[in-house]
């Protein structure tokens, strides 16, 4: 079949490989795609929020599939339009429709939700600048750290842990003042959980679910997990402390009651369920939801994944995937993002990129990049990342930052700590 895959990033980039793989892909578009993607497909000029236009290209190359990569063309209800076109009604479409896109679009929906449906979060309100007083005083009753969560799509930079209660309230009033536009007209303030962040994903058909590999990404610029908030910095998969135990408590008291939920609430769901979960002392609690794969996760998810990914697709879509298995592939992944100097505030592009040397079991991902002219140039914040797979943790992240060290460009950075806390786990430090 032919198939269009929505996005330009390095999660799109992981993707296509897959796709591309399939004997059920006759023709892979991706749009707009990257220099990366361009290797594996054909790059389509067409905007992901042009649904008219999204439409009509479907049509003109009879493509029977359509995989959204970004979270904006969902909450904005790209598979509603679809399903609500006669001639673009047959096309599967790899996504939620609107209303389920809002566990992303809404962290109160999304928060209601788990309320709803008794899935284990932190103790939460949301608050408009006509109820800061009533904010100021919830803030009162949290102990410290405080989080302040921007309710709409802030391109996951909207979520701030304050350490002191003065500043929290100083930043409150500047997310309900527009910092991050309308996205913070609404504000979820929630009670801080303590533990280690994993990422858990899930392939659903709104019935049925597989459960993906899980993740483990680093949000922060600065090694130590310091500084601003980026789209991630790198991702380790499997996440060693997820045992056979604890996965087990995620999915009874997490994946299945959100499917469930779902299924309960009639809300038409054939994509992906991205649960960003806090480990605290053994017990799961859900921090967020997302309604696509991860950036940088899917760089380390995607490559261990040894089934047909058209075919779980497929069923996905036809409401049958309890009719397939997962296969995964046992070793570890580990992925390193680099950035363009100055990220994630303002920083450059078109920087000449040198690739360096393949090394065996090491795949490059473009996040950010384009061909000019017959040169690899910057086009982004986050620019390449590497993944290697290895049969241990520190045999993946040796090999990943030797491939990383020979990619260049002026002004490149990335972190040197990515995995180091997984590491130190493990050896019981």
């Known amino acids: 079949m032919n198939i269009l895959l929505l996005g330009s990033g390095g999660r799109e980039h992981a993707i296509a490989c897959k796709l591309a793989q399939s004997e ?96 284990p979060t932190a103790r939460y309100q949301t608050f408009t600048r006509e109820t800061l007083a009533d904010a100021e005083a919830f803030l009162d009753t ?32 500047e997310m309900l003042d527009g910092k991050f536009g309308s996205a913070s007209a609404s504000v979820v303030i929630e009670e801080y959980l303590s533990g280690i962040e994993l990422s858990v994903f899930v392939l659903t058909d709104g019935s049925h679910y597989l459960l993906l590999p899980s993740a483990k990404d680093y949000k922060r610029i600065g090694e130590g997990d310091t500084g601003l908030n980026t789209g991630g910095m790198g991702s380790i998969s499997p996440v060693p402390f997820a045992d056979k135990e604890f996965m087990k408590k995620v999915e009874d008291r997490i994946v299945k009651p959100t499917v469930r939920g779902l299924r309960d609430e009639k809300i038409d769901y054939h994509g992906f369920i991205f649960v960003g979960l806090m480990n605290c002392g053994g017990d799961p609690y859900v921090i967020e939801y997302n309604v696509r794969m991860g950036d940088p996760e899917t760089e380390s998810v995607f490559p261990r994944l040894k089934s047909d990914v058209v075919e779980l697709f497929e069923h996905t879509a036809h409401g049958t995937l309890d009719e397939c298995s997962l296969s995964v592939d046992s070793r570890t992944a580990a992925c390193i993002m680099m950035v363009a100097g100055g990220y994630p505030e303002s920083y450059r592009k078109g920087d000449a990129i040198s690739l360096g040397t393949d090394i065996e079991d090491v795949q490059v991902f473009h996040c950010g990049t384009k061909n000019a002219d017959g040169r690899l140039l910057t086009n982004g914040g986050r620019v390449i990342c590497t993944t290697a797979l290895a049969p241990s943790l520190p045999e993946a992240l040796l090999k990943s930052y030797n491939r990383a060290a020979d990619i260049n460009w002026e002004g490149k950075y990335n972190r040197r700590d990515i995995g180091q806390d997984l590491l130190k786990l493990m050896m019981g430090q």
């Open 24 to 119: 059920r892909c006759s023709k892979l578009y991706i749009a707009p795609g990257n220099a990366g993607t361009a290797a594996v497909g054909e790059n389509v000029d067409l905007k992901a929020d042009d649904f008219e236009a999204v439409g009509r290209f479907v049509q003109e190359r009879h493509v029977e599939m359509l995989v959204v990569g970004p979270e904006a063309p969902l909450v904005a209800g790209i598979a509603d339009h679809f399903a609500e076109t006669p001639a673009l009604s047959n096309v599967m479409v790899i996504g939620p429709r609107k209303q389920g896109a809002m566990l992303e679009g809404s962290k109160d929906y999304a928060k209601a939700f788990m309320t709803r449906h008794k899935i």
């Open 142 to 173: 949290l102990p410290a750290p405080y989080v302040l969560k921007a309710d709409g799509l802030a391109a996951g930079k909207g979520v701030l842990i304050e350490p002191d209660l003065a500043t929290a309230k100083a930043h409150l009033r």
